[in-house]
T-cell receptor, first 111, second 111 residues
């Protein structure tokens, strides 16, 4: 079955710098890749998603890239701000079937 | 440590029938969240339990959906009567004070 690996598990970046979180998946049939952000004490929320027919998607300071050949996708946050501190989860879904989540990355934005 | 488990993994029912999905969170996790992904669309939040109380049920689509979490342990999501547009993947997550852990979802097919 599908397996999603997420790295790093913890990431600290200086405020204003960029942060990159990477995920790999095992099933080449995966076609939908959402990213979730969970702030402390709050529920996970969808922040951006990408489908397999697109290589990159951007929404303000957040972007996601997908490399289908290598079976990996990444979340990029530019000009990081304190409110970006949270746990981020990637996920992969196969043809509207099960959604497999990564184990999360705890992002710390340092002042 | 056991993860978040959901069952059944797949359910096929006829329109008008009733289906009950179950989510067993990680032991000790007070927070339990339900999400769903309807075919081809993004994942949508349904509701959030804190122990046995519904903290936020703003995402519940209509009164055909009933979620319960008796005793603050496992949760059930009942759909009655099921409609064709309810087909999709329903998944849950649980968390304590830190990051969430996700189940692998139940694929519901209404025919």
């Amino acid at each position: 079955g599908e397996n999603v690996e997420q790295h790093p598990s913890t990431l600290s970046v200086q405020e204003g710098d960029s942060a990159v979180i990477k995920c790999t998946y095992s099933d080449s049939a995966s076609n939908y890749f959402p990213w979730y952000k969970q702030e402390l004490g709050k529920r996970p929320q969808l922040i951006i998603d990408i489908r397999s027919n697109v290589g990159e998607k951007k929404d303000q300071r957040i972007a996601v890239t997908l490399n289908k050949t290598a079976k990996h996708f990444s979340l990029h946050i530019t000009e990081t701000q304190p409110e970006d501190s949270a746990v981020y989860f990637c996920a992969a879904s196969i043809r509207d079937d099960k959604i497999i989540f990564g184990k999360g990355t705890r992002l710390h934005i340092l002042p | 440590e056991a993860g978040v488990t959901q069952f059944p993994s797949h359910s096929v029912i006829e329109k008008g029938q009733t289906v009950t999905l179950r989510c067993d969170p990680i032991s000790g996790h007070d927070n339990l969240y339900w999400y769903r992904r309807v075919m081809g669309k993004e994942i949508k939040f349904l509701l959030h339990f804190v122990k046995e109380s519904k903290q936020d049920e703003s995402g519940m689509p209509n009164n055909r959906f009933l979620a319960e979490r008796t005793g603050g342990t496992y949760s059930t999501l009942k759909v009655q009567p099921a409609e064709l547009e309810d087909s999709g993947v329903y998944f849950c997550a649980s968390s304590s004070f830190t990051e969430a852990f996700f189940g692998q979802g139940t694929r519901l097919t209404v025919v």
